[in-house]
């Protein structure tokens, strides 16, 4: 039973920790070198995509245009992101300037002659096997691949994340050993009382028969 309760724990820590890096922004440095619309089949990989433009039709496509960016990091490995609008929906991102973020990427395409370093802040994963590429949501450009990122808003995001859940968990544990835990106690020992009767009983019955088979 405790392997199962550990196990159930892991699991769910798991799933939060995957929605969080999914979801939660990041920061690459890259060289933009193409920017470019492709039209995409979507499969069982379409929980991945975001949606069209807001303000375009709504309906459900089998296939339709992404924006995407191709770029090369300052180890000279490719990168290839995909720049769409979240609009109101999840991730709460709010995007719905995926136009004009297009713009600003080709405007910032460079060559490695002559490198144009930015920073892109996206979220989701790259996954080659599965076809899914993160979400640029801005870009900026820097003057050198060496600059240092730090996350910010990550850091306060999980802080507070953790600073509630500890907060819940101190809350739940007090309440749990002021109200379950006694009435726990109270059912355990009518148990172990009504087992102790049973068993008197028991012997009782069993003295009853001795007597007869004496007799």
């Not at 007090?174 to 102790?196: C, K, S, T």
């Amino acid at each position: 039973m405790v392997y199962v309760k550990w196990a159930f724990i892991a699991v769910f820590w798991g799933l939060v920790a995957s929605v969080l890096e999914y979801t939660l922004p990041q920061q690459d440095v890259v060289r933009v070198v193409k920017t470019e619309v492709r039209r995409v089949d979507f499969g069982e990989n379409s929980i991945f995509w975001a949606q069209q433009d807001t303000g375009q039709e709504s309906a459900q496509t089998v296939n339709r245009d992404v924006r995407f960016v191709e770029t090369f990091r300052p180890n000279g490995k490719p990168r290839v992101y995909r720049n769409e609008d979240t609009g109101w929906g999840w991730p709460p991102y709010f995007k719905l300037d995926s136009s004009n973020l297009q713009a600003e990427l080709t405007n910032l395409v460079s060559t490695s002659k002559d490198p144009q370093w930015v920073v892109l802040r996206h979220y989701g994963w790259r996954n080659e096997f599965m076809t899914i590429y993160p979400n640029v949501v801005s870009v900026r450009p820097v003057d050198s691949p060496d600059v240092r990122l730090i996350p910010w808003f990550n850091i306060i995001f999980l802080t507070m994340f953790f600073a509630i859940v500890w907060a819940l968990w101190v809350r739940w544990r007090r309440f749990r050993q002021r109200r379950i835990d006694p009435v726990l106690e109270n059912m355990e020992d009518g148990l172990y009382a009504a087992g102790d009767a049973i068993e008197e009983r028991r012997n009782g019955f069993r003295r009853w028969l001795d007597s007869w088979k004496s007799k």
